[in-house]
């Protein structure tokens, strides 16, 4: 295990980790944690660009993973990809009790680094009650948290007053933005500086987050283009970016991927992550190690048709942007 964190801020002697991938979870043909599968994904992403994975965040679809399951995730990861890789364990719930019982169990056994805790979903509520939940999250843990905003899964956003009040008392060190538009991270960057670490949740806005003081992404598309969103993010931070703007665009068809898609024909498939990541990372590894999304997270078999024929498109077209070679397929 890594030395305590007090952020998701840069380590001593370490660099910023920039590219965070929020790693789907593979299940075995019963549907349950396929453990061996799941460390050598880990580790496959790990030697693919990311610096850092978030486990059991909604790519890893928490809502149907057993609790037991996300713990053994958190301790066979960390096996598999040493001391030294940032991993954040996801840990939100839309009860209370069940996230702090879950944040606290999971600091006991000292597998993660820090937690990604999404606002409470569907029971919508109250600021005052959203506050209260991150709280009780955040008296649960001495590792930071990262207060994941997301309103479209969770049908409640976490406004700004309540967000800053939370970094004020240092509750949160961290936000994962999934608002749809940069304008909160903007704000809050303008009010807390380098003080709250700001991660960009929408692969389509990456660029627009770092420019408005993202330090990162915790990303999807970074399963397969790992390295080209690390590349993009290090043209930017280095001031050419003419060069990163590049990298976003031939990015924009992985983007498009995690979510619903138009074919040729105009007909759109509703496809939501982690639908999508899972079919890609199929075609990049084996359906063996990936397995299929557990119900209700499944698509038709037309839309599933439609995904597995799209895969090595996006693939080749990516390397051909930059000029490389596409992951290969696992036969």
């Not at 001593?12 to 965070?20: C, L, N, S, T, Y």
């Not at 390397?319 to 992951?327: G, K, N, Q, W, Y």
Request: negative net charge; charged residues 20%.
């Amino acid at each position: 295990m890594s030395e305590l964190r007090t952020d998701f801020g840069p380590l001593p002697g370490a660099e910023q980790e920039r590219v965070i991938t929020a790693m789907i979870t593979p299940f075995d043909t019963d549907g349950r944690l396929n453990r061996d599968s799941a460390q050598e994904l880990a580790a496959w992403l790990v030697g693919h660009g990311s610096d850092g994975l978030v486990l059991a965040g909604t790519t890893g679809e928490s809502p149907t993973l057993l609790a037991d399951e996300q713990l053994d995730l958190f301790d066979v990861v960390r096996e598999a990809v040493g001391k030294d890789v940032l991993l954040i364990a996801g840990t939100g719930s839309n009860s209370t009790e069940e996230a702090v019982s879950l944040t606290r169990q999971a600091d006991r056994r000292e597998s993660v680094d820090g937690f990604l805790v999404v606002s409470p979903y569907y029971n919508k509520p109250s600021q005052f009650g959203i506050g209260h939940y991150y709280r009780e999250v955040g008296a649960a843990t001495e590792r930071p948290v990262m207060l994941y905003n997301i309103p479209g899964r969770t049908g409640r956003l976490v406004e700004l007053d309540t967000v800053s009040r939370l970094v004020e008392d240092s509750v949160v060190t961290a936000v994962k933005d999934a608002t749809g538009n940069t304008d909160m991270a903007a704000a809050l960057h303008g009010r807390f500086g380098s003080d709250l670490s700001i991660f960009s949740g929408d692969d389509s806005l990456n660029l627009d987050f770092a420019r408005v003081g993202a330090v990162g992404a915790v990303s999807v598309a970074s399963h397969w283009a790992g390295r080209e969103i690390g590349q993009m993010l290090g043209a930017y931070f280095s001031g050419d970016e003419a060069r990163a703007e590049q990298i976003q665009a031939a990015l924009e068809p992985s983007s498009r991927f995690e979510s619903t898609h138009t074919d040729e024909a105009g007909t759109e498939h509703d496809t939501p992550n982690p639908i999508p990541t899972k079919v890609m990372m199929s075609h990049v590894l084996g359906s063996q190690v990936v397995g299929n999304c557990l119900p209700p997270m499944i698509a038709s078999p037309g839309e599933m048709r439609y995904l597995r024929s799209r895969a090595p498109e996006i693939l080749a077209n990516l390397a051909a942007a930059m000029d490389h070679d596409a992951a290969p397929a696992r036969s």
